[in-house]
């Protein structure tokens, strides 16, 4: 476990952005996401992750060692399921960086589902507790109480809003209708989402975690492959819970416990008052240190590894990793 004053030592030093204006002596086009920093060549991507927080589809500050959990989380389960579909990873110069196969992204999400579980409007539990018994074409059983496991995992797309829109969950027939992707297209990445959520699934029982449900992206490759993009698995994009206890608690009606983005989250709704309208509020110290602690522990928990923080000042250790200039 990693001592404390090494992750407050790290407040003053996160990731907050990535400067270059070229790599390797050439000027690329940027992209920035929430989280990552992208600089697009030709046929490849350099993917910064940095330690940017999003949470309710906005940026509310970084905790230390984000980026280098995300990234090298992401770096394990692509390593891991490269057998059951393939993915956008070439190299990771950098323990924050990852250099990726470009991609045509496809125009929605693949999110899977295993538990009756979310905090947000859109989210299946609220939508289940106001009634509904059909979820994006998926029927429900009756009688099912908060956090209960599904009686089988559902996929759930979301269609990709343009930046600073929020995403919008649909069934296959909507999202088929709307003519953004083919049947045939989203035939394969249907399979692929159901593949890796079981292999995903598996591994986090061997390491005694239940992997709730989770979100894929993916896109097309130049050769006409599809392959998963962006991040795979990590606590960012899912929703991780502690399983020894998960029954207990169920029966008493307690939250399981988690180890994703939710503590943030229950921070700036509960505390803060803050969810997604006005600026956002500034995140306390504590916090931050709190949420490094429990990224870094789901590092551990799911690769069954020693997280390795590195404490180098981010951007000139960047830089060198990959030939950029400021
Ligand atoms: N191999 C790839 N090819 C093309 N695009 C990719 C690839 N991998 C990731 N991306 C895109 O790069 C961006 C990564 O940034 P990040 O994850 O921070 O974005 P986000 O905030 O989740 O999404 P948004 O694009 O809405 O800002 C995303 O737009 C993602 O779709
Ligand atoms: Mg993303």
């Not at 002596?25 to 920035?32: A, I, S």
């Not at 579909?85 to 125009?107: G, K, Q, S, T």
């Not at 995403?167 to 297209?185: F, H, N, Q, T, Y």
């Amino acid at each position: 476990m990693i001592d404390p004053s090494v992750l407050r030592a790290q407040l003053t030093q996160t990731l907050t952005h990535t400067p270059f204006t070229a790599i390797g002596g050439k000027p690329l086009t940027r992209y920035d996401g929430k989280v990552r920093d992208c600089y697009i060549d030709t046929s490849e991507r350099i993917i910064v992750v940095t330690d940017r927080l999003s949470a309710f589809d906005a940026v509310v500050g970084t905790i230390p060692f984000k980026g280098q959990v995300l990234n090298q989380l992401a770096q394990f389960w692509f390593e891991h399921t490269k057998d059951i579909a393939e993915n956008h990873m070439l190299r990771v110069p950098d323990p924050n960086v990852m250099i990726a196969r470009e991609c045509e992204p496809l125009p929605v999400e693949l999110v899977m589902r295993a538990y009756l579980t979310g905090v947000t409007s859109t989210s299946i539990w609220k939508a289940y507790e106001s009634g509904a018994r059909v979820f994006c074409g998926h029927p429900l059983p009756a009688g099912m109480k908060k956090n209960q496991r599904l009686p089988a995992p559902i996929l759930t797309p979301s269609t990709k809003a343009a930046k600073g829109d929020h995403d919008v969950s649909v069934s296959k027939d909507e999202l088929l209708a709307m003519g953004r992707i083919s049947p045939a297209l989203f035939a394969r990445a249907e399979a692929i989402a159901a593949r890796l959520f079981a292999a995903g699934q598996a591994h986090a029982a061997k390491q005694g975690l239940i992997l709730a449900d989770t979100k894929y992206e993916m896109g097309v490759a130049r050769d006409g492959e599809l392959v998963v993009i962006d991040e795979i698995h990590t606590p960012d994009s899912s929703r991780y819970w502690h399983a020894d206890d998960y029954e207990a608690r169920l029966a008493r009606g307690e939250e399981p416990r988690n180890l994703d983005k939710e503590y943030v989250r229950r921070w700036l709704a509960g505390e803060a008052k803050w969810s997604g309208d006005g600026p956002p509020p500034t995140l306390p110290d504590d916090i931050r240190v709190e949420a490094a602690r429990r990224y870094i522990a789901s590092y551990e928990l799911v690769t069954g590894t020693s997280f390795v923080p590195d404490t180098r000042e981010p951007i000139a250790r960047i830089a060198a990793a990959i030939g950029a200039t400021c």
